[in-house]
């Protein structure tokens, strides 16, 4: 069983900064990749926010995020973190963990220059901020 827990979200000022945290444990034998999403309230589209690969740490990004935030997973490989830097009002949405999947039902997302299938996801932990 594959469990993403995601904890660190809160209210920032514009410019300010946060990290977020997802303990991951059961992933590792059907996932490659690990990964932030976002969606902001109101429903628009998840919104793949960085990805990393499990196998040797290659990084991908968003566009909007690049320069700004960090993701990182632990030599444990049990926490994936979310450095996020000099945040934006644009940045506020719900921030979701989420892990490949092989062979559970999921869909096709793009993270940057990465397509993956992503199956297993966390509760989500929100980030607001203001101006």
């Known amino acids: 069983q594959v469990d993403l827990v995601e904890s660190g979200g809160g209210s920032v000022q514009s410019g300010g900064s946060l990290r977020l945290s997802c303990a991951a444990s059961?992933?590792?034998?059907?996932?490659?990749?690990l990964a932030w999403f976002r969606q902001p309230l109101g429903g628009a589209e998840r919104e793949g926010v960085a990805?990393?690969?499990?196998?040797?740490?290659?990084?991908y990004y968003a566009d909007s995020v690049k320069g700004r935030f960090t993701i990182s997973l632990d030599n444990a490989k049990t926490t994936l973190y979310l450095q996020m830097n000099t945040l934006e009002p644009t940045d506020t949405a719900m921030y979701y963990c989420?892990?490949?999947?092989?062979?559970?039902?999921?869909?096709?997302?793009?993270?940057?220059?990465?397509?993956?299938?992503?199956?297993?996801w966390g509760q989500g932990t929100q980030v607001t901020v203001s101006s």
């Open positions: 059961g992933y590792s034998a059907r996932s490659e990749y």
């Open positions: 989420a892990a490949q999947t092989r062979t559970e039902e999921g869909a096709w997302y793009r993270v940057g220059d990465l397509l993956a299938f992503f199956g297993y």
């Open positions: 990805a990393i690969y499990t196998g040797g740490g290659i990084t």
